[in-house]
């Protein structure tokens, strides 16, 4: 579709993007047809205005050094509850039974609503910078945990129209010395909950959700749809597909090349101890021995461990899915009706890396609008990395990610056939199953579910062995 097309359609009246009028109107104002636009702003009405600074979405927007025009809005979070997760996870529960655990799980996430100052909240990026840059100017003074509140972050800023805000070093100094009373009590308190629900005093017992259960209009309609439209039309997609319509990352700074390097300091014994310890709760963490190495760097548990930058210590380990190719000749003829494209893939498994070769693939879905997890085969991710060295950040250029993701189009469209395959032979047998239940001998439930599938793509030829195959594959690759 045009900008303008986008621009009238009934999905999108109430949002914004790269394709709005008033985004345009901007980018000609200022002169330039750089844009970091982020996926907040395009979430948000044209009309926002920020609850710090009052400025409208016109007056929010900048142009930065190297002539990108910003819009930006970020969700400002209250750190303390960083803090209680923190306590929460020293106590560490693993020992315990899968049950106790599920029950004091949700005894925390219920204390977490208890223990913020102020919910989430979308505020300008400007002022989300001047939350921190008054913390940095405030430095020890402040303790590390506060965060201002949308209405103090008002109370030191002197906002003006498309530039970041100055801050008042005194006027700041005051507000968190009028929040600090406030504030220490509820550290005391978060103490106080700790305490509680790791002694189970507020566990909170709850049977698993019915299938079938909490039908609503739109999974209804959804449901409807989808079935309408066919395993291959991506309607799944449509968020991450107008995300990719909406937002625009020149100018994404993150990961910059170039950046000076901090120097590397490796993590001391006890510092790895404490490391383990924290990470006991995360589980591909506990399930990897301690011989485990990234399969893509190939850096062992202790060679991962990263000082971040606010000083604690980073280490991660995470999954990424890896793909076969399909080798079954019926399957290559059968597929190739479908996929057309040079890569047919007939299996997928699980692999894990380190947060440092995850991060290339986060790296690549933010600069790259509707890329998603599998834009990348191991080998591709090992080329990225390059050079790899031991407690350090891979250093991947922006520009090789980008160059990455487009010269792996036929991989990414194979992914996506294979996907598109392997739901759709899951929801038929399923269906099969499901009339199975229902009483039908095996036989009758197969027919039953052909018939309704030639009902909804009444151009598919009445071949019952593809419909035999179909449900083979549903077996094989649910399983
Ligand atoms: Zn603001
Ligand atoms: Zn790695």
């Not at 300091?265 to 301690?290: K, L, Q």
């Not at 350090?392 to 469209?413: C, F, G, K, Y």
Request: hydrophobic share 35%; charged share 30%.
């Amino acid at each position: 579709m045009s900008d303008d097309e986008v621009e009238q359609h009934v999905l999108t009246r109430v949002l914004d993007g790269r394709w709005s009028t008033q985004t345009r109107e901007l980018m000609r104002q200022f002169g330039t047809d750089r844009l970091d636009l982020n996926d907040a702003w395009a979430d948000s009405w044209q009309g926002w205005h920020c609850p710090c600074c009052q400025r409208l979405k016109g007056e929010i927007a900048r142009l930065t050094v190297e002539g990108v025009l910003l819009c930006r809005i970020d969700m400002h979070h209250d750190h303390l509850t960083e803090l209680a997760k923190a306590m929460f996870r020293a106590a560490g529960d693993q020992d315990l039974p899968d049950e106790v655990r599920k029950r004091r799980a949700r005894a925390r996430s219920a204390a977490a609503s208890l223990i913020e100052r102020f919910a989430p909240t979308l505020i300008c990026e400007d002022c989300n910078n001047a939350d921190a840059d008054m913390k940095a100017a405030l430095g020890s003074e402040v303790d590390r945990h506060f965060s201002f509140s949308p209405a103090e972050i008002a109370t030191f800023i002197r906002p003006a129209p498309n530039c970041s805000h100055d801050i008042d070093l005194a006027a700041g100094r005051a507000t968190w010395q009028k929040a600090r009373p406030a504030f220490e009590d509820r550290v005391a308190f978060t103490r106080l909950m700790v305490e509680r629900v790791d002694a189970g005093s507020h566990d909170v017992e709850a049977g698993p959700s019915a299938f079938g259960m909490n039908r609503t209009d739109p999974t209804m309609l959804y449901d409807l749809a989808s079935r309408a439209a066919g395993a291959r039309s991506r309607l799944g997609k449509m968020v991450d597909l107008l995300s990719a319509r909406s937002r625009s990352t020149h100018g994404n700074q993150s990961n910059r090349g170039g950046r000076p390097q901090r120097k590397v300091v490796p993590p001391t014994a006890d510092d790895f101890r404490g490391i383990c310890t924290r990470n006991a709760a995360s589980a591909p963490w506990a399930s990897s021995g301690e011989d485990w190495r990234c399969e893509i760097c190939e850096r062992s548990k202790f060679e991962i461990c990263r000082k971040s930058n606010k000083g604690g210590w980073t280490a991660a380990i995470q999954y990424l899915q890896r793909f076969d190719d399909e080798i079954d000749p019926e399957n290559q003829v059968r597929r190739s009706r479908e996929h057309g494209g040079p890569i047919l893939l007939g299996a997928h498994h699980r692999y894990s890396v380190c947060q440092d070769c995850r991060h290339v693939v986060t790296e690549a879905i933010k600069l790259v609008p509707g890329t998603d997890e599998h834009c990348f085969r191991p080998a591709d991710l090992r080329a990225l990395s390059g050079e790899v060295s031991p407690h350090r950040l891979h250093a991947v250029a922006p520009e090789a990610i980008r160059d990455a993701v487009a010269t792996n189009a036929d991989w990414i469209a194979a992914v996506r056939d294979y996907w598109a395959h392997r739901q759709e032979a899951i929801h038929l047998s399923c269906d099969v199953r499901i009339a199975v239940t229902k009483g039908w001998p095996p036989m009758e439930a197969r027919r039953l579910v052909f018939e309704a599938y030639l009902d909804r793509h009444p151009d598919t030829d009445r071949d019952l062995g593809r419909m035999i195959w179909l449900l083979g594959e549903g077996e094989r690759l649910a399983d």
